[in-house]
């Protein structure tokens, strides 16, 4: 099963609007992290947040992580249409270990 | 994608057939992982290798199996190619892993791979 669930699903937004995605997830992890995957292409590190960290942010990117929820979110801000890619969280399998499960994925359409 | 290549790009195969599957890297790094994608399953974990001829299973796993002779190299293999296995294979590598120095994997490009 997966570890991490990403919500929504799909997401289409206006230009410059703000997109936020969820993440959940089941057991406790040492790190999570996001990814961007364009069509056709494989994935690209976003970010990677701490379990003893809130909050991480990477230019247009903020990343919170909620342990006692289980939650992480992202929040792109001022999209733009090249954002549009699908959008994954993947934790470690097991606490301390090299093994990422990654969730299902929110696809982000931002329209021009 | 530097430093990882994965070949080939696109394969048609037979049902039945073994087809292998390869990732290259030119980083150094120590680990190296074989990834499936499916529409609605999202990535899922077949191997990994943790060091030269240091390879365990992931969550699927069943009709795989791996080889690492080399740091560079890290072979896929269906051992029987059956129609479940049409999918996009991605090999993904990353560096020595420690709580402060951490940051994540680095993808190939995927292979395309039809079973029919």
């Known amino acids: 099963s997966q570890q991490g669930e990403e919500d929504p699903q799909a997401l289409s937004i206006q230009e410059g609007e703000n997109a936020t995605m969820n993440c959940s997830y089941k057991?406790?992890?040492?790190?999570l992290q996001w990814y961007r995957q364009n069509s056709g292409r494989g994935l690209v590190h976003l970010i990677l947040?701490?379990?003893?960290?809130r909050e991480k942010h990477s230019g247009r990117l903020r990343v919170t992580l909620d342990t006692s929820k289980k939650s992480s979110s992202l929040l792109i801000t001022a999209s733009r249409a090249a954002d549009t890619a699908s959008y994954f969280c993947?934790?470690?399998?097991?606490?301390?270990?090299?093994?990422?499960?990654f969730g299902t994925g929110t696809r982000l359409k931002v329209l021009a | 994608d530097a430093g990882i290549t994965q070949s080939p790009r696109h394969k048609v195969t037979e049902t039945g057939t073994p087809v292998t599957l390869r990732c290259h890297q030119t980083?150094?790094?120590?680990?190296m992982y074989w990834y499936r994608q499916d529409p609605g399953h999202g990535l899922r974990l077949i191997h990994y290798?943790?060091?030269?001829?240091?390879?365990d299973k992931g969550e699927v796993s069943d009709g795989y199996s791996v080889s690492r002779s080399k740091t560079e190299d890290f072979l896929l293999t269906l051992e029987s190619a059956t129609s479940s296995q049409t999918s996009v294979y991605f090999c993904?590598?990353?560096?020595?892993?420690?709580?402060?120095?951490?940051?994540?994997?680095?993808f190939g490009s995927g292979t395309r791979l039809t079973v029919v």
């Open positions: 993904a590598i990353s560096e020595s892993f420690t709580e402060s120095a951490y940051y994540g994997y680095t």
């Open positions: 057991t406790s992890i040492n790190n």
């Open positions: 290798s943790y060091g030269v001829k240091d390879t």
């Open positions: 993947a934790t470690d399998a097991t606490s301390g270990t090299y093994k990422y499960i």
């Open positions: 947040i701490r379990s003893n960290e």
């Open positions: 980083e150094n790094h120590r680990y």
